[in-house]
């Protein structure tokens, strides 16, 4: 049995997908969302591990690894994959993604009085052989609630915990909500008993940190630090045992940990460019394909020796405005009046333009489906998936500009403003290797066919980090980006798409938002009923705003070599993923 690791899920990272060159492609229209791809979630092959091997991952990426080893200060999810075979979840997952017994801690959850135990399992020991205590489940709170903390898990969920915004404004020294009961034994007290203490990537961390590695290093200089760059200290299966520069991280067995003797003697995670994931693949140097392009599907669908497993990701794809900014002072988005996105009716013209489902099934092979919200279906009781949402419309496109005003007054083919100006969209999309300027251009050529010019920011595609920094600094450059979220276990949008979140780069606000946003996070929502009915509500109103356009969900498939066993993707799977994977032949 196996735990899935919940790092890389919970790290929110900006995800694009590219695509080969549309030309002539015929157009579809639907109003379903279909899933035709079918996967196992777990590699088929059994048997006996053979001791002593070394198993070898490609992550596919044109992301950037940054080196930094920690799920508290990590922000893509290049550095989550890589910290992977090292960290551990202190919890399991129902089907739900929700928090269950039977990890490292157990937790106990108390509805009447708000509160929450955690209590730490026996053996539970660092891979420098010092044993996890109630300290170090205490001790990220106190990181990440820090007035100091530069990173982005401060948010909404932490803040419902009694006495974090006292802390976090550094008016208490200690966060007065958490107790620590004894060696093993945490107590959290919350303000409201909300959906986001149950889920994973919620209100509760899941994840311990060694307070003795981090003593004494001031909190804003913990992720430039040794323990977050260098040597990372943990209590999974492996630890970090070597890091190869930017591209390549070593582990070996962790000789504590809880759990069975790990097989491997080695695991090599090296990331490699989209470009080279096929022909590595194809001349199998790695057992573990992560993140393989979908666009090339059908040249690495079939290779000899290799099973694909998958299921859907939580994650998707969309497009997002920006209307706003965000406000230092008051920390919080702020909707700009009169700016160039501003009016509703452009944006949905945008979403009925773009033919999703075409780019879904013709360009990515099945391996992506169209999105209709902005819930992902692995969210199966909140999910709608009768919901039609931005279906292939340019006729709706064109009557909907219209209606705003957005005409072709000099009968040019292109649009003038509603004061009769040129008009001209800036879009930002970031590097992604051939296919990313041959999606961004068909994309230009379908809102190109209902009147509307849009050009890319910058001029050209734009590098990962720099194309980060702009969304992060709301660079003016950009009225419209392509982006997409990986959401993780919780699907709350707050973090995404709340007034005070700095995720939220669209930077809409709206009063209906925020009461709909609240009373997904409010205690009424821990009813199944109640809870669809908010999403439900929630789903309409961001369909009906626009500030953010779905565009496709994502499907996770790894080509993972015969001779791997014990390798499991599941989001409900027990155990870090790595704790039990073994190789039953000496060669791929």
Same mark, same amino acid.
């Given at each position: 049995?196996?735990k ?8 929110i990272?900006?995800?694009?997908a590219?695509?080969?060159e ?46 930094i ?8 999810t ?7 075979p ?9 089907e ?31 891979n420098?052989?010092t ?6 489940l ?16 401060y ?9 974090m ?8 020294s ?18 409201e ?6 889920q ?14 981090f ?31 930017k ?9 504590y ?8 003697a ?28 979908a ?6 669908q ?8 998958g ?13 706003g ?11 700009d ?13 945008i979403?009925?333009?773009i ?14 489906i169209?999105a ?15 919901f ?29 403003d ?13 590097e992604?290797g *051939?296919? !990313?300027? =041959?999606?961004?251009?068909?994309y $230009?050529? @379908?809102?190109?066919? %209902?009147?509307?010019? #849009? ?20 660079d ?37 938002n ?19 009915e908010?999403y439900?509500?929630w789903?309409?109103?961001?369909? *009906?705003? !626009?500030? =953010?356009?779905?565009?496709?969900? $994502?499907? @996770?498939?790894?080509? %993972?070599?015969?001779? #791997? ?13 790595y ?9 791929r």
């Amino acid at each position: 049995m196996k735990k899935m690791l919940i790092g890389s899920l919970v790290a929110i990272s900006v995800l694009f997908a590219g695509c080969d060159e549309i030309q002539n492609v015929p157009t579809t229209q639907s109003t379903t969302v279909e899933q035709s791809t079918d996967f196992q979630p777990k590699v088929s092959a059994t048997g006996q591990p053979i001791d002593d091997q070394t198993l070898k991952i490609a992550q596919a990426s044109e992301g950037e690894f940054t080196g930094i080893l920690s799920s508290v200060f990590s922000q893509n999810t290049v550095d989550s994959q890589f910290f992977e075979p090292a960290n551990e979840s202190l919890f399991y997952y129902d089907e739900n993604l929700r928090l269950i017994d039977g990890g490292a801690a157990s937790i106990d959850f108390d509805e009447k009085e708000k509160q929450v135990r955690i209590t730490l399992r026996n053996r539970i020991t660092w891979n420098d052989g010092t044993k996890v205590t109630a300290d170090d489940l205490i001790f990220p709170y106190e990181v990440i609630g820090h007035p100091d903390y530069q990173g982005v898990r401060y948010d909404a969920s932490k803040q419902n915990i009694v006495g974090m915004e006292e802390y976090h404004a550094g008016k208490a020294s200690t966060i007065s909500g958490i107790e620590k009961v004894n060696d093993k034994e945490i107590r959290i007290r919350f303000k409201e008993m909300t959906p986001a203490i149950l889920q994973g990537g919620g209100s509760i961390w899941s994840d311990a940190m060694p307070k003795h590695v981090f003593e004494g290093i001031p909190v804003k200089e913990m992720a430039t630090s040794d323990p977050v760059r260098k040597q990372p200290i943990t209590f999974g299966p492996y630890y970090v045992s070597k890091i190869n520069g930017k591209n390549s991280v070593e582990y070996a067995p962790n000789p504590y940990y809880y759990g069975e003797k790990p097989s491997l003697a080695k695991i090599v995670m090296t990331k490699i460019p989209v470009s080279e994931a096929v022909p590595s693949l194809q001349a199998k140097e790695h057992d573990i394909y992560m993140d393989m392009p979908a666009a090339e599907y059908s040249s690495w669908q079939s290779v000899d020796g290799y099973e694909n497993i998958g299921q859907p990701r939580t994650a998707y794809n969309y497009l997002g405005f920006r209307l706003g900014h965000w406000d230092e002072n008051k920390n919080k988005n702020v909707m700009d009046a009169n700016i160039k996105m501003g009016d509703k009716r452009l944006r949905q013209a945008i979403g009925y333009a773009i033919d999703n489902e075409t780019i879904a099934k013709r360009l990515y092979n099945g391996l992506q489906i169209r999105a209709n919200s902005l819930i992902v279906p692995a969210f199966t009781t909140l999910h709608d998936a009768n919901f039609t949402g931005f279906d292939y419309n340019p006729t709706k496109a064109k009557d909907l500009l219209d209606e705003a005003g957005y005409k072709d007054i000099d009968e040019d083919g292109v649009r003038e403003d509603p004061e009769g100006k040129p008009f001209t969209i800036q879009f930002a999309v970031r590097e992604g290797g *051939d296919t !990313a300027e =041959a999606l961004a251009n068909f994309y $230009i050529q @379908q809102w190109e066919k %209902v009147g509307l010019d #849009v050009r890319l920011a910058t001029g050209k595609l734009i590098e990962a980090r720099t194309f980060s920094e702009m969304l992060n600094n709301n660079d003016e450059r950009i009225d419209m980006y392509s982006a997409g979220w990986s959401t993780g276990y919780n699907p709350d949008q707050t973090n995404f798409f709340g007034e005070t979140n700095r995720f939220n780069y669209t930077h809409f606000v709206s009063k209906e938002n925020n009461q709909l946003l609240a009373a997904m996070s409010s205690s009424q929502a821990l009813n199944e009923k109640n809870a669809k009915e908010i999403y439900q509500k929630w789903q309409q109103y961001a369909f *009906d705003q !626009a500030f =953010a356009i779905p565009t496709t969900y $994502i499907y @996770q498939v790894y080509p %993972v070599s015969e001779r #791997v066993i014990n390798y499991n993707l599941s989001y409900t799977a027990t155990q870090n993923r790595y704790a039990t994977v073994g190789v039953i032949k000496e060669k791929r």
